[in-house]
């Protein structure tokens, strides 16, 4: 089994940033084959893909983040980054971290294999 646990989140005006962590544990969990990724689910809203990276760090973006949300990774800390800036208010939902074993580079949420508890992030205007 594998763990993940976000962390990270909370209240932030219009226009602030921040960093969202994800710490990934477990017997089965290999920083060197799972592919790591961030979602986000507002409330009435499906899971939405934002970015994914692999161990190797090549990864993907959302278009409609790109230059304004980034993912990075620290193998020998098992953790993986999601850096928001220029944070608006739609960008209010509850951020997810999952696992991917497969080592692909997917946005489906049905790709992942695990998944953590979430994180709220909400932006006031």
């Known amino acids: 089994q594998v763990q993940l646990v976000e962390s990270g989140g909370g209240l932030v005006q219009a226009g602030g940033s921040l960093r969202l962590s994800c710490v990934a544990s477990?017997?089965?969990?290999?920083?060197?084959?799972?592919?790591m990724g961030w979602f986000r689910q507002a409330p009435g809203k499906e899971r939405e893909f934002l970015a994914a990276?692999?161990?190797?760090?090549?990864?993907t973006i959302r278009d409609s983040v790109k230059g304004r949300f980034t993912i990075s990774r620290d193998n020998a800390r098992n953790t993986i980054y999601l850096q928001m800036y220029s944070l608006k208010p739609e960008d209010t939902a509850v951020y997810y971290c999952?696992?991917?074993?497969?080592?692909?580079?997917?946005?489906?949420?049905?790709?992942?294999?695990?998944w953590g508890q979430g994180t709220q992030v909400t932006v006031s205007s």
């Open positions: 990276i692999n161990w190797s760090g090549a990864n």
């Open positions: 999952a696992a991917d074993r497969s080592g692909a580079l997917r946005d489906g949420a049905p790709a992942y294999d695990y």
């Open positions: 477990g017997r089965t969990f290999s920083t060197y084959t799972y592919t």
